[in-house]
């Protein structure tokens, strides 16, 4: 495979950081006071509309970008909890964590909220909304913040060294991917300040953890020179940011493998090319547009003879694939999609990865894997 030629914008964060980061929410306090002490004028925060119906996808940069609709919120009777709850998040992230640079995750946010009086979070999604909008608006993403995700960031495994740091010494720690055993290595939570080395061609990310478990099991990664990387679903933030970053770092193209069905093209695959509606705000850190999809297709159904190893599709991959082929801005773009999405509701199945064990257990990385790529056609 050929490296990829064409390098995506913002490959990094801006580069912002604690001070600054605290200093942007401290202008944002002091707009709210200013309002506060005019005569007649209600304090409000402007939050950009987290939505697929607020994002387009931009062809050029290669992932779903933030339209301007806003959704604002003025101080009134009935948000005055939600406005108070908003300023002891700002507050609790100027003050406790950029100020003294720490960290919290999640669900911490919630029960920190416990001693904030009337103005405590009652369920965590609470919190959490409030925290996507005040990523979205103050423009910084979560991590430089000092939020950490409670979900792990994803497995890794193959040609690959990563160089870490020592936290408290600040020393490097080379990690060689390739040499840990029968496991894998964990992606952190947090990933910019990682270095990598690798002779690898690609990246080859896979949906599932069985299949992952097979291909590290068996070496596949001497053989095809690849690095591995296990999404276990959606894959996180921390997951795609540290694909992107590699791919990037190292100028790799990467493969998506994942099952065939609407979840594992516009859910998995689709939030790691393009982002997704919900993080338009940010994707354009978080997704990997030099990703291709490899497969399964429908069509990889017909082709390797896996019609009795489908499975019917259910109301909810109907309704997921349609409302794809009507709203979702990638598909839309992309008639190939169209086309897969299209053959599949026509014939009726999905397929999951593991079907190929239908014509032997290795028949994945034997046969199906080595005949993609050397066929070299991915769909985009």
Request: with cysteine; aromatic share 8%.
């Given at each position: 495979?050929?490296?990829?030629?064409?390098?995506?914008?913002?490959?990094?964060?801006?580069?912002?950081?604690?001070?600054?980061?605290?200093?942007?929410?401290?202008?944002?306090?002091?707009?709210?006071?200013?309002?506060?002490?005019?005569?007649?004028?209600?304090?409000?925060?402007?939050?950009?509309?987290?939505?697929?119906?607020?994002?387009?996808?931009?062809?050029?940069?290669?992932?779903?970008?933030?339209?301007?609709?806003?959704?604002?919120?003025?101080?009134?009777?009935?948000?005055?909890?939600?406005?108070?709850?908003?300023?002891?998040?700002?507050?609790?992230?100027?003050?406790?964590?950029?100020?003294?640079?720490?960290?919290?995750?999640?669900?911490?946010?919630?029960?920190?909220?416990?001693?904030?009086?009337?103005?405590?979070?009652?369920?965590?999604?609470?919190?959490?909304?409030?925290?996507?909008?005040?990523?979205?608006?103050?423009?910084?993403?979560?991590?430089?913040?000092?939020?950490?995700?409670?979900?792990?960031?994803?497995?890794?495994?193959?040609?690959?060294?990563?160089?870490?740091?020592?936290?408290?010494?600040?020393?490097?720690?080379?990690?060689?991917?390739?040499?840990?055993?029968?496991?894998?290595?964990s992606i952190p939570s947090r990933v910019e300040h990682l270095r990598f080395e690798t002779k690898a061609k690609l990246v080859l990310v896979v949906e599932t953890a069985s299949l992952f478990?097979?291909?590290?099991?068996?070496?596949?990664?001497?053989?095809?020179?690849?690095?591995?990387?296990?999404?276990?679903?959606?894959?996180?933030?921390?997951?795609?940011?540290?694909?992107?970053?590699?791919?990037?770092?190292?100028?790799?193209?990467?493969?998506?493998?994942?099952?065939?069905?609407?979840?594992?093209?516009?859910?998995?695959?689709?939030?790691?090319?393009?982002?997704?509606?919900?993080?338009?705000?940010?994707?354009?850190?978080?997704?990997?547009?030099?990703?291709?999809?490899?497969?399964?297709?429908?069509?990889?159904?017909?082709?390797?003879?896996?019609?009795?190893?489908?499975?019917?599709?259910?109301?909810?991959?109907?309704?997921?694939?349609?409302?794809?082929?009507?709203?979702?801005?990638?598909?839309?773009?992309?008639?190939?999609?169209?086309?897969?999405?299209?053959?599949?509701?026509?014939?009726?199945?999905?397929?999951?990865?593991?079907?190929?064990?239908?014509?032997?257990?290795?028949?994945?990385?034997?046969?199906?894997?080595?005949?993609?790529?050397?066929?070299?056609?991915?769909?985009?």
């Amino acid at each position: 495979m050929k490296k990829p030629a064409k390098q995506h914008a913002a490959a990094a964060p801006e580069g912002i950081g604690k001070e600054a980061a605290s200093r942007k929410i401290a202008a944002a306090a002091a707009e709210i006071h200013a309002d506060i002490m005019r005569k007649g004028k209600k304090p409000s925060m402007d939050f950009p509309v987290r939505s697929l119906s607020n994002v387009k996808y931009d062809v050029q940069r290669g992932h779903f970008e933030i339209l301007g609709k806003k959704s604002t919120r003025t101080l009134s009777y009935h948000t005055v909890k939600t406005f108070a709850q908003s300023m002891r998040l700002l507050a609790t992230t100027k003050n406790d964590l950029l100020d003294r640079d720490d960290i919290a995750g999640k669900r911490e946010v919630y029960y920190n909220s416990k001693s904030w009086g009337e103005c405590r979070f009652d369920a965590q999604p609470e919190s959490d909304t409030l925290l996507d909008d005040m990523e979205a608006m103050l423009g910084i993403n979560r991590e430089q913040l000092g939020y950490i995700p409670e979900e792990r960031g994803g497995d890794v495994c193959g040609e690959l060294v990563v160089v870490d740091k020592d936290p408290v010494s600040g020393e490097d720690v080379r990690i060689n991917c390739a040499r840990l055993g029968s496991g894998a290595w964990s992606i952190p939570s947090r990933v910019e300040h990682l270095r990598f080395e690798t002779k690898a061609k690609l990246v080859l990310v896979v949906e599932t953890a069985s299949l992952f478990q097979r291909l590290v099991h068996h070496r596949y990664f001497e053989r095809a020179n690849c690095v591995l990387i296990s999404m276990s679903g959606v894959p996180t933030r921390a997951c795609r940011r540290f694909i992107r970053r590699l791919s990037d770092d190292q100028k790799l193209p990467v493969l998506a493998f994942t099952d065939g069905d609407p979840y594992g093209y516009c859910n998995i695959y689709r939030t790691l090319k393009a982002g997704s509606g919900q993080a338009a705000h940010i994707n354009r850190f978080f997704c990997v547009p030099q990703a291709h999809y490899l497969g399964v297709t429908p069509q990889d159904i017909l082709d390797y003879h896996l019609e009795d190893a489908t499975h019917p599709l259910e109301d909810v991959d109907v309704k997921r694939a349609k409302d794809a082929l009507k709203n979702d801005p990638f598909i839309l773009h992309h008639k190939e999609w169209q086309a897969v999405l299209t053959q599949m509701l026509k014939m009726g199945v999905r397929i999951e990865q593991q079907a190929f064990a239908k014509h032997g257990l290795n028949f994945v990385l034997e046969v199906y894997l080595p005949e993609k790529l050397k066929k070299g056609k991915f769909l985009p």
